[in-house]
């Protein structure tokens, strides 16, 4: 049975009072026509304090519709989450910008957490996707689409690659776009850990963008970090008479591919990759390997592949300028043992479709 609250202090009146102030703001005028189909986690923010959880998921249209004494009697509703549903409907009346979220500006004081990254967080400063609110997703989104970053993969932009399901490494930023948080976690195989990584990703692309303008001139491109510095040395070797060296490749081409490996795919094809190359003395073959490992051979293929699997992913743009680099070598009469190094690389990191399945030369 249903019990009934009856009106007992004047906290109730101006509570009563202020629900039939909102509810007639929000039915009577025709622009908030949009937000009654929007549930009132909408409006909910991450550092907001006795949010009453069992009317998060129904829209604002259903709980306005819904008496205040019905509303009063919910099991677990107390005067302080009354106030709290009555403080998020006031807040769902807020007028914005068209580019801003509904309430996107209001803000309660900052947390611990909060202060280190400004976003959802844990005091120690670490992403907590289950503070995510809708207001904060949307704007993330709005980040998204204002910089025309839509294209771009989202492992591109992860950052780790160990932390994302290779299913969806390819995927564009785009199919997430249309979807709200709730949206996003009925999808089908999206998952916790797949929740997280996706709303991750938005979170730090809006994290660096938000005080950065779209500019008519410039176009804004987002790259994992190690990409400017190799793109440079050899747009720079292309553009000279100078054949790189071994300790220049190395320097300034494999030592970032490789750290980037470590990072995205782990220690065991890192150390794969080193042996490869030769970078700790002679080339390792992948019968050495895999006797070393106690694995098969195939198994040594498929932990060396995922090289080029990330780097498909980090830096696409690679395959066709080290080829070009590898290229030019030859043009100018270097052998393959000069350009060991570099051939090895390539090799690796961006294997033609013949090399990918051709058996190793030292077995």
């Known amino acids: 049975m249903m019990r009934v609250t009856k009106v007992a202090s004047a906290e109730d009146y101006q509570l009563i009072s202020s629900f039939d102030e909102v509810k007639r703001t929000l039915l009577d005028e025709s622009k908030f026509q949009d937000r009654l189909e929007k549930p009132l986690a909408y409006w909910a923010l991450p550092n907001d304090r006795r949010l009453p959880l069992a009317f998060l998921g129904r829209s604002l249209g259903d709980l306005l519709a819904t008496p205040f004494e019905e509303l009063s009697a919910t099991p677990g509703i107390g005067q302080k989450k009354i106030s709290s549903l009555v403080r998020l409907l006031h807040r769902a009346t807020k007028e914005e910008p068209h580019s801003t979220p509904y309430g996107a500006e209001e803000q309660a004081p900052a947390t611990q957490g909060d202060e280190i990254l400004g976003m959802p967080c844990t005091p120690d400063g670490q992403f907590d996707h289950t503070l995510v609110s809708e207001l904060l997703w949307a704007k993330w989104r709005e980040s998204v689409r204002i910089h025309n970053l839509q294209h771009e993969k989202l492992g591109r932009l992860a950052s780790s690659l160990a932390e994302v399901p290779t299913v969806i490494w390819n995927t564009p930023l785009s199919f997430y776009l249309d979807y709200t948080v709730a949206e996003i976690r009925r999808l089908k195989t999206h998952g916790e850990k797949r ?82 190359l030769g970078l700790g003395g002679k080339p390792q073959s992948v019968r050495m390997q895999a006797r070393m490992l106690g694995v098969t051979r195939a198994r040594i293929y498929q932990l060396l592949e995922d090289c080029s699997k990330v780097m498909a992913v980090r830096w696409p743009e690679g395959q066709a300028l080290l080829a070009t680099l590898v290229q030019k070598g030859i043009n100018a009469g270097h052998s393959p043992i000069e350009q060991r190094l570099l051939i090895a690389v390539r090799e690796l990191f961006f294997p033609t479709k013949l090399e990918s399945f051709e058996e190793d030369p030292q077995i």
């Not at 400017?228 to 490749?249: I, M, N």
């Not at 995205?264 to 890192?270: C, E, L, Q, S």
């Open 195 to 276: 929740v997280r990584v996706v709303l991750e990703v938005f979170f730090r692309i809006h994290q660096m963008l938000e005080n950065v303008k779209p500019q008519d001139q410039f176009a804004l491109k987002l790259q994992p970090q190690f990409v400017p510095a190799v793109e440079r040395f050899v747009l720079d070797r292309l553009a000279d008479d100078v054949q790189p060296s071994e300790d220049d490749v190395r320097a300034y081409i494999a030592d970032a591919l490789l750290k980037q490996i470590k990072l995205d795919a782990g220690d065991t094809v890192f150390d794969l990759a080193v042996g490869r």
